[in-house]
Each structure stands twice: as structure tokens, then as C-alpha cells.
């Protein structure tokens, strides 16, 4: 079977935004206008495509990240009954629809991890939001080229200057306009184009019919003035360009769009376009700047990853000669094949029916099915090239974020990483057969979702879920009761307190038992000492000459890591410590390892309780939008929960405050918010810290968990 589409013709793309921007309104235009889909599916009418989880169409919120394939001639839509042509379209658009809402940053991160280019989409009321920023932050660190869609011109308060100045300010000072609104609020009636200086209306039942016209009167000096910024913008980025332009020359459309292509490529210009999905403006516009400015996957440079052989960095070109090198983004049960694994092609090319090496777990797979998926519906085909995006069926040992490549050709492509859980909650199965589906449940689950984990309390027997916030754990919950037909109580919400140390300590290890026979002996010295925030665990081993033989170090290392995940002071795990093993000694006959993983454990416990221990909290990065009546009520209240208020602002006619509050005084804001403004004030927030819990405070804690 041979490609249907050039590689140079495939566009790998995702929209992303902060919640309630109109992401997945937009995406189900797109669907619409490229023939896909042959009704709109509304997100308010719980009918959205791309939003298939019953939670999704229930709460007009997108929670997994949903794939799917389009088909799209710039243009095209100037013709006469466009969406009923049948003639082969010039592009493959491959586009991945994000959730906005923080708790599921993990499906933006790896999307981001695995896409070309990115639709940046905000609210036109609204503008930067905090969400917008935190997925713009996450594009940089993936170095996605974007461009963004001001949405919403038709609401009430809709600026798009405002909004455009917000971008400036708040996330690049690289955007350069590429249109401007005819009419805001209800009499938004289009857009004009400012590269071509023509004005676009949309008619028919669905904005289906794309009228060009000349751009009214009194619209003109606006829209001259404005192109003279772009074009000023997009020549500075060229030699050739720039000489023309001051030599008074007239520079072609098409040289305009080719050095403002290669500059969004670059990172050096981000084209901002506007319109209003839900009234269907502009859309069109929008599918063709996908085309123009976003990247194909040969537009990028090779992927980068490491020879786990010699472990030196080596590279895969975008091709379909290549060896075949993929990223697994995403692992999902569907209720008609089982188990998905989600992959990005980066090189080569794959069959059905072939084996392929998975080099991080060093195990082979057979691929017995490969899917183009669409949404939840899918596409069997026989073989998947360089750039697409595809999903396997009943992969055996394969998670998010391990690479898939040809066995005789190995490759480790960087893998994503993911935050760690802020909350956790207790679950009780209500009988044994529930406890045999609960356990099916939470496997699944945390297969599909990194941010979500598992462990058991030792002390209690309690299954303990953790995740990124309320919402997460409430949908993680409402799935194992529907999906699963889990029957268990919940507990309430609790905060993942950690422990950490302030001071270095040593202590000594030993576990000695001898009574005739074969005995044991572990006897160990650990140095330990404060780490920076977020470095996480640190092993050193120290020991010269031998006094501990080297295959019992690993079980040292073992029991220290044990005892640091069940915590020292109140069962929280402890974090950001190095550990020193500098000395200890070993008996030829009764030494094992099993001894020198208690002896690592108790010194470990020892050296910490010597070390200063504190509490440490998530603190939370939190921005409230509140009518200006209420702001004084609403900064009082932030201001008994230990926050700590950062900057207030203004937005259209609300007040904005941004505070860092701690996680544990959070739970219930939604609804305290409500009644402190009268349903009219809104909040976010997002995890930005770990801090010291002050030492009061602390004390019950402990207290706490010790009863």
C-alpha cells in the first residue's frame, strides 16, 4: 500500500486552551468544513464529536485528549458547494483536541510531546487566562510552533485588541495580527484578512458559505494601517525581503506567507487570527493557517534519542525509508478492541502483523492491528509512515511515553514526564467481588493515566488513589462505578504532604541475628543531607576497599527508598535527601541482602529523625475573577487561608486576584466563591510549589495521623 499523502503534505497538529475558551467548538467546525462530519456537534448539547466519555458530554468539559484525521485545499471553500465535492483534498490535517482544565495536564503534556505545531485558542472576553498560560509555558518546553485564534467575537464584551495586547504582554511580544473582526458582540458579521486586504462573511445555515468582498469603507485605514505593522514584522525576518521593501518594491503575497511561514517554524513570529466558532466565523480562514504556517514533519529537525547501546545521541530523520522509530503517547481501554496504545511515527514506517522493539522495556510486540482512529471510531489499516498518528491494539508491555522501534536499529527517544499528585483519597471496595473489579479498575486506569496513582496503606489496608485535583479524582471515581461497576465508599479528599530534611545527620544500620545456623548480618553508616526543591532522591555510594561487597549496595539502596516512601515523621514520603553509604561492614556467611535492606532502612529512619524533619504542602498558583463588589470580601477570605495575594488586576469589568494559597485550605472554595458573590465570581488554580508547613500547623498534622 503505498502513502496516500506526501510527508511534506501532513500536518500534526493540537488545540489547546485555558477551560471554556471554545476548543472543542472550534474542532468540531474544523470537522465540519473538511467533511467529516456532516452535522455540527455542539459541546452545550452534550454532542460534541471529538468529546465522545459520557462524563465529557455530561459536563461539556474535554478530559481526554481525542485524535483525528482531515482532509483540507486552502481555498477550496471560495467554490460553489465545496463541502459536497468529492475530489481528493491537497492535505492530511492530524489533529489532537486537548482538555483545558488544569487537573489533566498530563493529556496536554503529552500531546504537546508528540505534536508539529500547535492552534493556540482564546476567549476574546477573557483573553490570557491562566490555563492559556500554563499550556503556552508547556508548547515552549516542547519548542511547538504555533499560532493562536481569538474566539468568541461575538459575545458580549469581546475585544480583540484587548486580547491581542494580553498576548503581547503576558506571552510573546513576537504575535503579529493577521486579521481584525468586522463588528464585535452581536454585530460581529466577519473578518478581514490583512496579508490580502480582503473582508470574508460567512452565510448559509452552518457558516458554510465563504462570501470574499472588498473591505468596507469605514473599515480601510484601519486595515492598511495594521497590514503596514505586518508586513513591517514579517520583512524584518528576511534580507531579500527587507532590501525590496526599502527600495519601495512590491513584495508578492506568496513571498509574504513563505517568510512568515519559516519564522512561525522558527519561533520568531506567532500569527494571531480571530473569529467566533460558535457562530461560525472565520473557521475556514483558520483551517487554511494551519496549512500556510504550521510545520510538516519535514519542516522540523530530526528526532533526537539514545542508542541504548553505546547511550551516545543519535537522530531519525522524517522519513519513510528510515528505520522505524515511535513514541507510545497515550494507552487507552476501548470497550470494542481492549487496550490502545497511541503512537506518533517519527520515522520509517509499520505493518500489521510485524514486530517491533519496545527500547525502554527492552521487550518485542507484535502488531497485530493498527487503527486510524476518529475520536472513539477507528480505521483499520495495513500499514502506518513517518508523521502519522495511529494506535495499536493489545500491546503487552507498553506505557505511556516508551518508544517502539525497529529491533535492528534501537533508538530511546525521550520520554515525558509528568507531575506529581497534590491529592489523594481512600477507597473501600463494599464486598470481595467489588474488590476484584476495583482492582481491574485502578490497573486500567492508571495504564491510561500517569498523573494517577495507586499504593496500599500498610498500617490500615486502605487502597490510597492520588491525582492532579478534585475534578480528577471525582472523574477517576465516577468511571469505576460506571465502566467498571466498582460498588465502594469513598473518604474524603486529602492533601500529599511530604516530608523533607533541613540538616545533615549520620546514623548507623544494623540488623544482626545469630543463633546457630545460617544467620543474618547487615550493618551500614548513612550520611544524609538536604537537597534543592524538586531534585527529588539522591543515592551515593561511597564505600571503599570492599567493606561492603558491591551486590549488596542495590539493597541498601532499597531499603533506604522504602523507608522514604512510608515516611519518618508522619507517614508522608520524603523527598529532595541525598544519601551517603560510606561505611559498614559484612559476614562472610550470614550477610544477605535482605539484611543489608533493613540495616539501609533503619539507618535511613535514624539519620532523618537527626536531620531536622519537616512538613512540607502543595501550594497552589491560584487566580480568582470576582465583580468589584466583592473584591474586598473575597481577598479577606483568601487572606485567612494563608494566602499570600500577589497582584490584582483588572479584566474587562472584573477585578483579578492572584494569590499562591495552600492546597490544604482549598477544598470547597468552588462553593464558598458562589455564595460570597452570588454565583457570579470564578476561580482556577494549579499546582506551582512544595513550601515548609508552618511548624503549628504542622503539629496537628502529625498528631493527626498518629490517632
Known sequence: MLREYPIEKNRDIGFIAHIDAGKTTVSERVLFYTG????????????AIMDWMEQEKERGITITAAATTCFWTPKEYLQKDYLHQSTKKEYRINIIDTPGHIDFTAEVQRSLRVLD????IFDGVAGVEPQSETVWHQADKFRVPRICFVNKMDRLGANFERSFASILERLTSNAVRMQIPIGLESEHKGIIDLLEQKAYYFEGK??????????????????????????????????NLMQKYLDGKEIGIEELRKTLREATINYKLVPVF?????RNT??????????YYLPSPVDLPPVEGIDPKSEKTISRESSDDAPFAALAFKIASDPYVGSLTYFRVYSGKLEAGSYVLNSVSGQKERIGRILRMHANNREDVKEIYAGEIGAAVGLKNTT????????????????ITFPEPVIYISIEPKSKADQEKLSLALKRLS???????????????QTIISGMGELHLEIIVDRMFREFGVSANIGRPQVAYKETIL??????GKYIRQSGGRGQYGHVWLKVEPLERAKGFEFVNAIKGGIIPSEYIPAVQKGVKEAMAKGVMAGYPVIDTRVTLYDGSYHEVDSSEAAFKIAGSLAFQEAAKRAKLILLEPIMKVEVVVPEQFLGDVSGDLSSKRARIEKMSERGNMKVIDAKVPLAEMFGYATKLRSMTEGRGSFTMEFDHYAQVPENIAQQIVEGKRK
Open 274 to 278: 480571530c473569529g467566533a466558532a460558535l
Open 206 to 239: 452552518n457558516g458554510e458559505e465563504v462570501i470574499e468582498k472588498e473591505i468596507p469603507e469605514e473599515l480601510k485605514a484601519d486595515a492598511e494601517k495594521y497590514r503596514h505593522l505586518l508586513v513591517e514584522k514579517i520583512v524584518e525576518q528576511s534580507d
Open 503 to 508: 540538616g545533615t545527620a549520620e546514623a548507623e
Open 117 to 120: 505545531g500547535a492552534v493556540v
Open 282 to 291: 472565520a473557521i475556514q480562514l483558520l483551517i487554511d493557517a494551519i496549512i
Open 36 to 47: 467529516i462530519s456532516h452535522k455540527i456537534g455542539e459541546v452545550h448539547e452534550g454532542a
Open 447 to 461: 495504564d491510561e493515566d500517569p498523573t494517577f496513582k495507586i499504593r496500599i496503606d500498610e498500617e490500615t489496608g
Open 400 to 415: 505511556t511515553g516508551d518508544t517502539l522501534c525497529d529491533p535492528e536499529h534501537p533508538i530511546i527517544l525521550e520520554r
